[in-house]
């Protein structure tokens, strides 16, 4: 009977730390026991217990390497990022393996490459009649997937999601730009980790970067100004809409200089990294969306630039 009662204590005991750490409830029982001890700490966000499942299954570090091949006749990494969706998701249709997709695609990119992504993903005649519809419909430009896609019948424009929109949001990916240039380390890396504020276990759904306030923040990719904002949590940000359903953003700024609506190119400075919002210590907090899921940014670091494996739990920020 004791042992039985030892036993149920036990499990009570196991489940309450499991809850304190991962739980809405057991987060704010630690806050409230915590602000009965005198320490003061912020209110856990619950709301963010709840956002667990939305996180990316699709990490950066499955795609690479990057290393694009010198003789492709398409720009940047589209041809990579192409090879990548044919070879996990299956070519287009009129293609019986991925090689064959590929050098189709490599062939009519030399004969004529506008929309040529399109018409090798769903066919010449399909594309054709949706560009015109498009055109006559006063379209300001056919040749964007978002426009064109509206022209054409759900289960193609479905299919030109996996295939056009796909490899196109890989590739922006891929070419993503690292947002400091200035010597640093990774003081938090992307993943779960116990919240440096908080104090109980979150996901981090960006990388930490270490930079004394006042460094130059540079756009990872070209892109439209979605937002600059400023709230407790993020300080001062901007957000950056590079097309494709790629977005980077850019937190606890100390400065942004650039105001929403505005077009930057890769590399552009877009402010000075500051310590605002909720921080521990001046850095900048960068992410990357690809439809909506954050991934893991640290794998698109350049090469060069690359530091120890060590460095991902390198000092913390003071
Ligand atoms: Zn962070």
């Not at 030892?6 to 915590?34: F, M, Q, R």
């Not at 200035?182 to 104090?199: D, E, K």
């Not at 709230?231 to 809409?241: H, L, P, Q, T, Y």
């Not at 200089?257 to 909720?278: C, D, K, L, Q, Y």
Request: proline share 8%.
């Amino acid at each position: 009977m004791r042992r039985g009662g030892l036993l149920d204590a036990g499990i009570v005991l196991g489940i309450l730390v499991l809850a304190a750490g991962s739980t809405p409830v057991g987060a704010l029982g630690v806050w409230g026991i915590d602000a009965l001890r005198g320490v003061e700490r912020p209110m856990p966000q619950l709301v963010g217990f709840f956002s667990f499942s939305t996180r990316s299954h699709l990490t950066a570090a499955v795609l690479l390497p990057v290393r694009a091949p010198s003789d492709s006749p398409l720009p940047g990494a589209l041809e990579v990022a192409v090879e990548r969706v044919v070879r996990t998701s299956g070519p287009p249709q009129h293609y019986s393996t991925p090689e064959a997709a590929v050098e189709g695609l490599r062939q009519s990119w030399h004969e004529d490459h506008d929309l040529a992504l399109e018409r090798w993903a769903l066919g010449r005649d399909v594309v054709e009649r949706a560009a015109s519809r498009a055109r006559s419909a006063g379209s300001s430009d056919p040749t964007r997937w978002v426009e064109l896609r509206r022209w054409l019948p759900a289960h193609t424009a479905a299919e030109g999601d996996r295939l056009v929109q796909g490899p196109r949001a890989l590739a922006t990916v891929l070419e993503l730009a690292w947002p400091i240039q200035a010597p640093h380390h990774v003081t938090s890396g992307y993943g779960w980790r116990i919240h440096p504020t908080l104090g109980t276990k979150r996901f981090h759904n960006g990388i930490d970067l270490g930079v004394p306030i006042g460094t130059t923040v540079f756009a990872a990719q070209s892109g439209r100004i979605a937002v600059v904002g400023e709230n407790a949590v993020s300080g001062r940000f901007v957000v950056i809409d590079h097309d494709h359903d790629v977005r980077t953003a850019y937190c606890h700024l100390d400065q942004a200089n650039v105001t929403a609506g505005e077009h930057v190119e890769r590399g552009a400075p877009i402010g000075a990294s500051g310590n605002s919002g909720r921080s521990t210590g001046p850095h900048l907090h960068f992410m990357v969306r690809l439809a909506g899921e954050t991934l893991d940014p640290h794998p698109l670091r350049p090469e060069d630039d690359q530091t120890s494996p060590g460095a991902l739990h390198g000092p913390p920020v003071p």
